[in-house]
């Protein structure tokens, strides 16, 4: 089954204390990119990455560091987290950054 | 910066009535997608109009993309409680840029 996965889907955390959530796709999309969802806010992009290796900022990179060590995952890491990145995350893979998205089913972060 | 601005942001009916969502873009869009987020869900994809003044139908959807392609709006014919959630727009100003979406617009049915 074609999908997009994340892990884990819900984490209450400190701030100060690194994480990793994890993605991966099984769909050989070369475009993966994260988002984060706040109400009223809808969608906005963190981070892209067009390729292995090859990865760039969204509209809302601050707080955030991703890597593409392979072409099915790519992770998502809060180095220091803070309050303010409490919210909704997704990953979502593509063929191509202009088309169609596959979503993962999300993760839900807090920040205390 | 480029936008696409979307409304209304809650929309409440009744079961049986008609919805819109309309979608406003700042630049011309290469295309535009339309997707479907359930309460507690992630955004599922719905559809994609690339032809200026393009009508497409999905059952009781129907989906257009302005002759300028800077607007696109998703009209629902009597609405059932299981089109309940928020729809998103989304279009790339060319087709080697990203994707800019709307905020979405919040289906409710009144009990």
Redesign the interface.
């Known amino acids: 089954e074609a999908q997009v996965t994340q892990n884990p889907r819900y984490l209450i955390t400190v701030t100060g204390k690194k994480l990793t959530v994890t993605c991966s796709q099984n769909m050989n999309h070369e475009y993966m990119s994260w988002y984060r969802q706040d109400p009223?806010?809808?969608?906005?992009?963190i981070y892209?990455s067009m390729n292995v290796e090859v990865t760039d900022k969204?509209d809302v990179p601050e707080g955030y560091k991703v890597s593409r060590k392979e072409k099915r995952n790519f992770p998502l890491i809060l180095e220091s987290p803070s309050p303010n990145q409490t919210s909704l995350y997704?990953c979502a893979s593509s063929q191509?950054?202009?088309?169609?998205?596959?979503?993962?089913?999300?993760t839900r972060l807090t920040v205390t | 910066g480029q936008q696409v601005m979307q409304i209304p942001q809650y929309q409440h009916v009744q079961e049986g009535e008609d919805f819109t969502t309309y979608c406003n873009s700042s630049t011309t869009l290469s295309n535009i997608q339309w997707y479907k987020q359930r309460p507690g869900g992630h955004p599922v994809f719905l559809i994609q109009l690339v032809k200026s003044g393009e009508v497409k139908k999905q059952k009781r959807l129907t989906f257009q993309f302005g002759e300028a392609k800077k607007n696109s709006s998703l009209h629902i014919t009597a609405t059932q409680t299981t089109d309940v959630g928020t729809y998103f727009c989304a279009g790339p100003p060319d087709s080697n840029y990203q994707l800019i979406w709307g905020a979405g617009t919040k289906l409710i049915i009144k009990p």
Not at chain 1, 96 to 104: T, V
């Open positions: 009223g806010l809808g969608l906005r992009q892209y969204g997704f191509n950054r202009a088309y169609e998205q596959y979503f993962g089913p999300g």
